[in-house]
């Protein structure tokens, strides 16, 4: 029911966009999430934003270089990665939780609904 696009090859340094369509979802009742994983490691949360309030929370490494923002009205969410390198070499999925819960408490556990992940790749 959520559906990423926006992965790929990119080079060291550039930019990389990733979407979420969520097109049966009233996504403003939703809390939504980035996640990422790498091959043989455990999948982990980059970013959330909460859905009663825009204000986005960020894994500490993630801080600066990851933006997460959401349109409810079309039922997207977005990350975007500035200045990749090679380490953002990793499958990414979005999540989504139907609740009013702050997402800063939420866990892996606590979604719901995912995506089926988008690989992306960063050639140095």
């Known amino acids: 029911q959520l559906v990423e696009s926006g992965g790929g090859f990119v080079h060291n340094g550039e930019s990389l966009a990733l979407s979420c369509s969520a097109p049966?979802?009233?996504?403003?009742?939703?809390?939504v999430a980035w996640f990422r994983q790498a091959p043989g490691k455990e999948r982990e949360q980059i970013a959330c934003?909460?859905?009663?309030?825009?204000?986005?929370h960020y894994l500490d490494s993630a801080e600066g270089r990851f933006t997460i923002s959401r349109d409810n009205d079309k039922k997207m969410f977005y990350l975007q990665i500035d200045s990749v390198n090679p380490a953002d070499t990793d499958i990414y999925y979005c999540?989504?939780?139907?609740?009013?819960?702050?997402?800063?408490?939420?866990?892996?556990?606590?979604?719901?609904?995912w995506g089926q992940g988008t690989p992306a790749n960063v050639s140095s």
């Open positions: 999540a989504a939780r139907m609740t009013q819960r702050p997402c800063a408490r939420m866990r892996q556990r606590n979604y719901d609904y």
């Open positions: 049966n979802f009233m996504l403003e009742y939703y809390a």
């Open positions: 934003m909460s859905s009663t309030d825009v204000t986005a």
